[in-house]
């Protein structure tokens, strides 16, 4: 990319997001060029504009010296990269600092968040949807919280899928301690992300504003154990608000941890019994979604309706009835990677396709 | 009552029912006076005309033989004591076998009912949601059956309440065997009722038929563990297809017995997780019916209003400030005692009585 300063300056003005721009096209960077009173006139404080115009160089050589290490990179507002879905969230980040692959921040991903203290059958839970919804082609996505977090991200992991991490602070500190090594698996197999710059500390006003994120890039949040006053219940809370799918799986009354899953199903939350169950609701929306955001998967609408779009037909060629990589096929198509996912899944959900061990896919035949 | 013999004869017309009467206000003893032709124009078959002209002497001897005895009594279709919750459903019985207290099937009353098969959780979710509801004052409605059906019964009887059991059997019959201390019990703080004939063996086609007068006879139904293929569940469809609530209790996903509550709480069953969640819905709930039904006890419109219908003055001014028996408060007011009961459990919902141990009640101050 080009200079990163003027986005990093960005991501140091406090409070700073896309919902700001007023105007979709604007260019966040022009803010920079404007003066102390049209900045002032668009709602920025004295400190906001002081953070615009003076900022700490030693903060934004930190920064550089962050991206300047291998896997290291930053997505920015407006940019390709830039993930279609939580860009459509009122509040979403100018910039986000990414470990891993930036790519995998656009795959269609499940939220998957609940309580650092479930019970050992809930963490056994997530860990299990989360295998399985990663297996078949889903990216999980959490925020590396002990507890549900953690067993989601190591369910998405043991399945061979990808999984998102979401952190509330500064990538340049693992938040918390205990999952350094998970941290390092997680870039590896999808990314560990953020929209704080470096230095800043996990404080506890961070993590509403790191949920955002969690639920803005996923099509869903599926909420495992959560007890009433859990900051689950706030994730799920906002992908209602993002306009998103909110899932939630019930368990004993005689569990405190249920409550909380039991306060959303009320509120008008899915009831999921099974990764299956999520798998059901997920085809319509994910076609929905990809409808309204224009992402680069084509649309499947006529996937169902048994009329391959033409995307499709040279994917299921390109796929034959060996079973082939996603790399493979990005070789073969020449699409890019994160749309072959999203085909695949899309195809997978339709059963015209089946995953296999070691991440191959196969082709299915018609009306098996 | 006057002579039983018709109506004990209607009883043994199969399938006959007051939906049949097409009609308000017309009276099924008229059918024993109308030509063969009048009665296949109203859809009679000719075993149904021949039940009609010809009743089996013997078997309406032995029906009259068990209502001589202590205790027994029949309720018949258009009669002062004839629940009118259960009237109002489309295939109301024409008549009733009652053993015990007529009265009791006219007592607000919930039906609980799940598997005979429930876990040992199950079974003590039952147990303490029926006391702790019976001794609030609500019926507790069920079929007497193995596992849940008996754990309802048998802490509504720990709460000291009313308790009704439905059998799918003549009431010559106590089904199953091993409840026919429970059927004494229920009796005695309650009633056993079916609309079944004497003799009538407990057959699997009469369960269906029998789960519409439990859930006829109450103004929800709760649901406490339930497998998918459960009857329980055939219960629960009747009761929102008669316009009654459905309340269902969720559980581990792990536990099979959960999956049938899950379904209904899907298709819109309320999910509870405490007894005061039923409670808090059928305050609204008993005032609804109780308008439309044009019940004994006066509309408690007003209580909530805090302006007190005249009948619940007179009610709260027998109560004065020290506990009173259901009974002591028939004396003193002169109402019907299921019309004390029905008051009772709205001035407790409003909060402005309070049950108290042994079946008393007491005032409560106004804004505690």
Redesign the interface.
């Known amino acids: 990319m080009n200079d990163p300063k003027p986005w990093l300056t960005l991501a140091r003005v406090p409070g700073l997001h896309a919902g700001h721009l007023a105007g979709a096209g604007r260019d966040p960077l022009a803010w920079l060029e404007e003066s102390d009173g049209a900045l002032a006139q668009q709602g920025f404080g004295a400190a906001a504009i002081s953070a615009l115009r003076h900022p700490d160089p030693r903060a934004l050589d930190s920064d550089e010296a962050w991206l300047a290490e291998p896997g290291h990179s930053l997505v920015t507002w407006g940019s390709a990269d830039y993930p279609p879905l939580l860009a459509a969230i009122p509040d979403a980040p100018l910039v986000l600092f990414v470990d891993g692959s930036a790519a995998a921040l656009s795959l269609p991903q499940l939220a998957m968040v609940g309580s650092r203290n479930p019970t050992q ?1 809930g963490r056994e ?1 997530a860990e299990q949807f989360a295998r399985h919804l990663a297996g078949a082609g889903l990216a999980i996505t959490s925020g590396l919280a002990l507890g549900i977090d953690a067993a989601s991200h190591r369910g998405a992991l043991q399945g061979g899928g990808w999984t998102v991490a979401v952190l509330g602070c500064g990538l340049d500190t693992v938040y918390p301690r205990e999952h350094a090594a998970l941290a390092q698996a997680v870039a590896a197999h999808g990314a560990l992300v953020s929209d704080l710059p470096m230095g800043t500390p996990p404080l506890k006003h961070h993590f509403p504003r790191r949920n955002r994120i969690i639920s803005g890039l996923s099509v869903g949040t599926l909420v495992v154990e959560a007890a009433l006053q859990s900051g689950s219940l706030i994730t799920a809370r906002l992908a209602a608000e993002q306009g998103r799918e909110v899932f939630a ?7 405190p941890m ?2 909380g899953c ?1 306060r959303l ?2 509120q008008g939350a ?2 999921v ?2 990764a299956d169950d999520v798998f059901a609701e997920l085809g319509a929306l994910l076609r929905g979604l990809r409808a309204g955001m224009g992402s680069e998967a084509p649309d499947a609408q006529g996937v169902s309706g048994h009329v391959l779009d033409k995307d499709y037909e040279i994917l299921l060629d390109a796929l034959g009835f060996a079973p082939a990589s996603i790399d493979s096929l990005v070789a073969r198509t020449g699409f890019a990677a994160d749309a072959v996912a999203s085909m695949l899944l899309i195809l997978e959900l339709d059963g015209r396709v089946a995953q296999q061990p070691g991440g191959l896919f196969c082709r299915r035949l018609a009306g098996k």
């Open positions: 059958l839970t799986i019930p368990g004993s009354i005689h569990n249920a409550r039991h199903i009320r899915k009831l019994e099974t």
